[in-house]
Each structure stands twice: as C-alpha cells, then as structure tokens.
C-alpha cells in the first residue's frame, strides 16, 4: 500500500504511459461501451486514476499528485473525485492471473486495461494486490455507488472527483499521504454520509469529513437527518371504496363501547336477577277433545248485526235448526296426517261436482239455441190469439209465506215476476226461469250443471255434473216455435230421413222444435223419472223447462223424464230401455183409467185440515196420473197400472193435438202437497228400420213411416174471468175455499 501511495507522489501515474496508446487502440478496434468509455475516449487529456480506499470510520480519498504536464486542459477540466470507488473487476473476477492479451504489439506488461471505472490498475503494476478491493474491503463491491451505473453525463461529473475535492484530500493526506495511512477506504456515498454523520455526532476531532458541496448544501435539511414529519398514510380501500381511517376507527370505538355496555347491562341483569327456581312447572298434556279440526271455532253467533226478521228468516232455515249434537267418535290423533304420507286418494264422502273426463263424443248435426225464437208465421199468429190476455194472475201471498207452495201464482204454474208478485222480488221464492237465468249468467259448467253424455244403447243423453236439490230448476226446453203447418213441411221436407225428431208440443196449436235447441232435446224418457218436463207461464210468456223431480238429483245421474209418449201406430211403438222395475215395457203413454179429475179433486180436497193433507196430494197425484208420486202398497196403485191402449194410426200431421194453455180456475185455493201438473208432450218421429234380411220398402209417403208421439194428456183450467169473479168474493169473505183446482182432459 505504501509503495503504491509513493508512485503516485511520484508522478508515476499508474500505467500512465500507455494511456494514449491503449485509448487510441481502443478506440481504433472495439466501439466505447459505455459513456464513461466514451468521455475517456474522447478526451485528449490523460486519464487520471483514482483509488480509492475504503475505511470505515473515515474516509481518505487519494489523489494522485498531477504532474505539471497533466494539468487538464481547459476545455475540460479533468475532475477527480476521491469518494468514487474503483474497482478491479479482473481482480474480483479472479480472471486477472489469466494472462494480458496481446493485440496490436502492444506491451502486455504495461498495457492499461480499461474497467467500468474508465481506468484501473494492472496486475502488472506494484503493490496492486495491496489495492485488491476483494481483499481488503468487500463493501468495494457496493455497485450502487458504482460509476457504471450512472448513465447520465452528469451523474458520471458528478461521480468524478472534483479537483478541489482532490485538492482537500491531498492537502488531508499531508505531503507524503502518511495522513492515509491505515486509514480505511470508503466505498460508497451512504458509508461516507453516516461516517461523516458519525464523526460529527461523535466529534471525531482531528478528521473533519469533507462534504462534497451538494451534500453540504443538504446538510441542513430535515431530510438528510433523517427527520420524518410526514409520515407515510396508507389509505385503505374495500370492494372499490375508500374507507375512511377516521370513521373506522370511530366505528370500531363505537363498537367497542357498545359491547361494553352490553357486558356491564348483562352483569347489572345477573345481579339483579333472583336465583332460578329450582323446580319447573309441570306441563300438562293436551287432549284432543273434538276431531281432527278440533281447536278452530266456529262462528259464535251467526245472527249477528241481523235484523230481528232476518233473524227469524234465518231461524227457519233447516241447515241452522238446532241440531243433537255428534257424538260419534273423532278420528285419532294424526289420522290426517297419516293418510297424506300414505298417498291415499282423497274421496269425498260424496260427489260434489264431478265433470267427464274431456274427449267425450259430441252429437253431429245440434245447433245449439237457448231461448225460444218464433219462427215464420207463428209470431203473428201468437199475437193475435186471444189467449195472452189469460195469462193473468197476481198473487195474494204474505211476505213471510215467501211465494212457497200456498201461492196462487205457482200453484198456476205462473211465474212471478215484478207485475204478479205481491211480495217482491227479495223474498219470493216462485221465480225458476228469473233464478236460472241469474245461475247461468255467472257461467260455469257447474252452474249449467248438466253434460251430454253417449249412453250404451238410446243414443245420446243427458247426466247432472252437480247436485239438484228437488224441484229446482234444471234447464230450459227451448228451441224454435214454429205453427203446426211449418212443423208438418219440416217433417216431409227436411226431417224424412230423420230417425229422431225433436219436437214438443207446446201451446195454442205452437210446436217446439229443439232440433235447433237446447240441450234439454236429449233428455232420454224414463217410466221412473228424476225430472219433469213443464210449462210455465213467464212474463206472459209460455216456456218449457226441466224440473227435479221429489227427491234430490246427485252428481253423475242421467236426467230423465216420462215422455209420455203417444206412437200413433203400433209400428212406430219403441222398445223402452230404461230398465226401472216399473218400466211399462214400450215408450207409451201414461196409463189411463182414472176418474174424472173434477170429481177426484173434491175428493181429495174435502176435509183438508192437519194431517190431512198429504193424503190430498196423494190422491191429486194419483189423478194426474203422476205415477212417480204414488205411494207403494197404496189400494189406488192397483188401478193405476198402465193397461194397453190400442195405438191408433196417425194419419196426418194435423192430429197433432197441442196442450190446451193453462187457465185459471174458479179461484184457487192452494191445496198443501198439490204439485204442479205435468205438460210434457214430447214429439217423436223415428224412421223406422227394416227388419233384417227384407228389403226395404219404398216409402211411398214419409209420414206413414214416422213414428210419432203426441201428447196425450192436457190439462185444462177453468176461464180466468171465472176466477177473477171467484177471487173477487174471495177477497170479500176473506176465506179461501177451493172450488176446483184443475180438470184433465184426455185429448188425442
Ligand atoms: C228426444 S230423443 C232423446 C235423445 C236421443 N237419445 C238422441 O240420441 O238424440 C228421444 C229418442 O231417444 C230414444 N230414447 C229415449 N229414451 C229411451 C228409452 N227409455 N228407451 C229407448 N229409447 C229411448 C228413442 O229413440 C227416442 O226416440
């Protein structure tokens, strides 16, 4: 080290001879590789070397002594900087024992080698082992401070030594650089910088650290004294959103308060608290008292904000008499529970509604009509018939009797309406048509309540898809009205090829034809029937509707009514297949052979009183042959078999013989069970058939071949005027008394 420091107070700069050479070589055969190179190549002046020795507690930059020759130029200064380190890569490498190249002639033992540093020492050289940074200091490998790495012109100035820094560090070192003796060399700006901190700090007396003039200028500075007053703020952000240091850490306070109040409430609760009874209520089972429902109430009072008449009203209906209470046994526990795990098909214990399955057959050829429509002349010939005016009557009736059986009006087979009742419409109960009308307004098959069906062996007919109550209105028999003329030209023009024929009679020599009609036309005959078939005088107005007969109608039973059918001729006589044990066999007439109705009627009607009344009825039933309705093992029954009655041959049209209107007797007093009286008189035309294996016979006219069924019994009602005058004295004596209540004629 010694030997080193004495040849560059020498003047012997380091390989100094060979710059020129070396520079120029290079410059001649490999490109500068970096600007440092490229200043140094550039440069006319020598390059001066600079070591620099790294000591930890001071730094000592030497500079070598310049020769007066190599004063820099004053184009540009040559700066030396003592604080920068050099290094010897070869020697760090290990690569410097591998020999020098030879290039060029030159003189290996004193050829310079160039180093990232721009210059650097050979092996060749003296005491260079001494400078070996790798031996003496590996802090000399600290390459943030290296040369190299500053690329800029000006980092690199700034890297070189300034000749005034050289200067000061001579003038350090003393004349002979004994000053540097032992001392350590600093590797990098940062040692320097904390050594220079460190000596001021720690009063190093006697080696005052040089600064350069930046540093100095710095020194001042919070920044260099490692003074932090901003300290660094870290925001922090959550899904997307600055959170707020501030608020969070008021929030978590906040939090932290609330669960202390909440642990000092609990603490307070506890202490506040009596000691836990010890011993637990016993729980008692509940039983189930009722069924499976038990424990929902029924309403309590149901005549509630009523009016004391509505309560009245209400008390006479029979769903709300007082009834015994059911005292059979409730289902156990979770029966209904276990049949719903178990999948049981839910059945009501009875049908309720009960439609057909879709994909039912249809009947071919049925237009449909709902309303009666007078057809051709038979408007004009309704009108000016003079029975309209006989469809009079008012009724007498008292709002609490409610239009019921005793009203004069129904028993008429009027119904009332807002001209004829004298109750009004809120409390009658003698309106069908007005209350099937009203049902089928709403819509719904449930409301019209009866389907087509296909039966097995008489075509198509009729079922109920819900419940009927008895003698409540069905549906309608409507269909056109035509005259017996136009009913005649249907039947030889358009219906010969028929086999069914759809026709009624109805009123005042008037036909319904139900071919264009009503599903009603399909209703199939039956000797026990569940309906009947009945006009009614509405509005003025006949119509024909079907009724529920005596007793209730269930779901799913086909509707059927006596035809009490007429075939005219023993060849039209149909086979009856209703298959009720009191079918008369064929689809005949009622069976006759009964008394005069006039006289009967007397009979049944004397001595009405308490308990008398039913054998009334009976006996009315009986003489309007209303055979449904007479009771089994009565003495009458035997006279009221059917008895064969010889069928005599139609022979036009024309002996079709209407139902006589029904007119009001001498005034009427109603008679208790008194029905209404049956007026069906279906129509029916069947081509017939020919017997198997025969030809047919040519039709020689089409009415000959048609079986035809004709009403057979009309019911005739004295004159209205009559009755009015009875009603008159009625009024005056303000008793009712039955004079007569119907007369039936048998007619053909
Ligand atoms: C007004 S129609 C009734 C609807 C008819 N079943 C249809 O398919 O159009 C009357 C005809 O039905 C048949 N019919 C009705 N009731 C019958 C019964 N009890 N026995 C046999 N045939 C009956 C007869 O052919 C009769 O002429």
């Avoid at 609330?258 to 608290?273: D, G, M, R, T």
């Avoid at 059918?565 to 149909?574: I, T, Y």
Wanted: overall charge positive; proline content about 7%; aromatic content about 4%.
């Amino acid at each position: 080290m010694l030997s080193l420091f004495a040849a560059i107070e020498s003047g012997d700069s380091i390989s100094a001879s060979t710059d020129d050479s070396s520079n120029l070589a290079s410059s001649s055969s490999t490109p500068p590789t970096t600007v440092t190179d490229s200043d140094s190549l550039h440069s006319d002046a020598s390059k001066h070397d600079v070591i620099t020795v790294i000591d930890d507690s001071t730094v000592v930059a030497v500079a070598p002594a310049l020769p007066a020759s190599d004063v820099p130029s004053p184009r540009r200064p040559q700066r030396a900087r003592a604080s920068l380190p050099v290094y010897n890569l070869a020697k760090l490498s290990g690569t410097s024992a591998h020999g020098k190249r030879r290039a060029k002639g030159d003189i290996v033992a004193t050829r310079r080698r160039r180093t990232i540093a721009g210059t650097t020492v050979t092996p060749g050289d003296a005491d260079v082992g001494a400078l070996d940074p790798a031996s003496t200091n590996i802090d000399a490998l600290n390459l943030e401070t290296s040369p190299s790495k500053r690329s800029t012109p000006r980092a690199q100035r700034l890297a070189r030594p300034s000749p005034r820094s050289l200067r000061s560090v001579a003038r350090l070192a003393g004349p002979n650089g004994a000053a540097s003796a032992g001392a350590t060399p600093v590797s990098s700006i940062t040692a320097k910088l904390s050594a220079a901190k460190r000596g001021r700090n720690n009063k190093v007396v006697g080696k005052p650290v040089k600064l350069s003039r930046e540093l100095r200028r710095l020194q001042d500075t919070k920044e260099f004294n490692h003074i932090d007053e901003n300290p660094v703020i870290h925001s922090v952000w959550s899904n997307g959103k600055y959170v707020d240091p501030s608020q969070a850490a008021e929030r978590q306070r906040a939090r932290k308060r609330a669960k202390v109040e909440v642990a000092a409430e609990i603490q307070v609760k506890e202490e506040s608290e009596e000691p836990v009874a010890q011993f637990k209520k016993r729980r008692v089972k509940k039983y189930l008292s009722k069924g499976l429902y038990s424990g929902q109430e029924v309403t309590q009072d149901i005549t509630r904000g009523l009016t004391a008449n509505e309560k009245k009203q209400l008390a006479q209906l029979p769903e709300l008499m007082p009834r015994k209470e059911n005292k059979v046994m409730p289902a156990p526990i979770f029966t209904g529970f276990r049949t719903l795990l178990a999948g049981r098909d839910f059945k009501l214990p009875f049908h309720v509604c009960n439609p057909l399955p879709p994909g039912q057959p249809k009947p071919d050829e049925w237009k449909k009509m709902t309303k009666n429509r007078f057809i051709g002349e038979s408007k004009e010939v309704w009108k000016k018939m003079p029975h309209i005016l006989d469809y009079q009557s008012k009724c007498v009736c008292k709002p609490e009797d409610g239009c019921a059986e005793t009203c004069q009006n129904r028993i008429m087979l009027y119904e009332c309406d807002d001209t004829n009742c004298n109750i009004g419409k809120a409390k009658c109960t003698n309106r069908a048509f007005a209350d099937l009308t009203a049902r089928r307004a709403k819509g719904g098959k449930y409301r019209v309540g009866v389907e087509v069906i296909k039966t097995s062996d008489r075509g198509y007919g009729v079922r109920s898809n819900r419940c009927f109550e008895p003698h409540q209105i069905i549906m309608e028999y409507a269909g056109e009205i035509i005259t017996e003329e136009e009913c005649e030209r249907r039947m030889n023009e358009i219906y010969k090829n028929n086999e069914c024929y759809y026709l009624m009679s109805f009123d005042q020599n008037m036909i319904i034809d139900a071919t264009t009609g009503s599903i009603a036309r399909f209703v199939n005959h039956s000797c026990n029937p569940n309906c009947r078939m009945i006009k009614w005088i509405v509005s003025g107005q006949p119509r024909m509707a079907l009724f529920a007969g005596d007793r209730p109608i269930m779901t799913g039973e086909e509707l059927t009514y006596d035809y009490n059918f007429d075939p005219f001729s023993a060849k039209n006589v149909q086979k009856c297949l209703c298959g009720q044990p009191n079918c008369r066999g064929v689809l005949g007439p009622k069976p006759k052979g009964i008394k005069p109705i006039k006289e009967n009627i007397k009979v049944a009607t004397k001595g009405r009183g308490k308990g008398k009344g039913k054998g009334g009825k009976r006996k009315l039933n009986e003489l309007t042959g209303n055979e449904e309705n007479v009771e089994p093992g009565s003495k009458k029954r035997k006279m009221q078999q059917p008895k064969p009655k010889p069928i005599r041959t139609l022979k036009a049209v024309k002996a079709l013989h209407p139902i006589k209107a029904l007119k009001p007797a001498k005034t009427l007093k109603p008679v208790k069970g008194l029905k209404p009286l049956k007026t069906l008189k279906p129509i029916k035309l069947v081509k017939t058939k020919p017997a198997k294996g025969t030809k047919p016979k040519k039709a020689i006219n089409s009415t000959k071949t048609a079986k035809r069924a004709y009403s057979k019994v009309s019911i005739k009602i004295k004159s209205p005027v009559k009755a009015k005058r009875q009603q008159k004295k009625q009024e005056i004596s303000a008793s009712i008394t039955v004079s007569a209540a119907a007369e039936i004629t048998a007619v053909v």
